[in-house]
């Protein structure tokens, strides 16, 4: 149990101090990719709670399983940038892991589509790919931005 002390004063004006039980209940976190953000929520297997959208917004919810507290994301939810809600040392954006060898099958499809993407912009065969997909897919994991 988390507390506060919350100071008021009573109906003759006298300050008095109360315990008062406090609990967090949804952290709103700003992502680039609304889509690329509920899949992988949904990979987790966490809870989606909502998927609202309206003109110019859209509001997703997700819980994870047990939890008192939910995540939201969308588009404009927010002013802050999106990756700015990872405190420095909190997350190491270059650690990435996979949890079967599904998991990383369907992460190099997603790169390789990507790259070849790349190459069409680029005008040319890349003869660093290996490197372009290790970006790339550290930085899917890791929710930052994708390389182009």
């Given at each position: 149990m988390s507390t506060t002390e919350d100071r008021s004063s009573d109906a003759s004006g006298t300050a008095n101090a109360r315990s008062v039980e406090?609990?967090?209940?949804?952290?709103?976190?700003?992502?680039?990719?609304?889509?690329?953000?509920?899949?992988?929520?949904?990979r987790l297997g966490?809870?989606?709670?909502?998927?609202r959208a309206g003109e110019d917004f859209r509001l997703i919810q997700f819980t994870p399983p047990g939890s008192g507290c939910s995540v939201q994301f969308g588009t404009n939810l927010t002013s802050a940038e999106p990756g700015?809600?990872?405190?420095?040392?909190?997350?190491?954006?270059?650690?990435?892991?996979?949890?079967?060898?599904?998991?990383?099958?369907?992460?190099?499809?997603?790169?390789?589509?990507a790259h070849g993407e790349h190459e069409k912009r680029i005008g040319q065969a890349d003869p660093d790919w290996p490197h372009w997909y290790a970006r790339y897919m550290v930085a899917e994991q890791a929710g930052t931005e994708l390389p182009t």
């Open positions: 406090t609990k967090l209940e949804v952290i709103v976190l700003p992502v680039s990719d609304v889509d690329r953000a509920k899949e992988f929520y949904e966490w809870r989606l709670d909502a998927d700015s809600a990872r405190l420095p040392g909190r997350v190491d954006p270059a650690a990435t892991s996979f949890s079967s060898a599904s998991d990383l099958a369907s992460a190099m499809v997603r790169a390789a589509l």
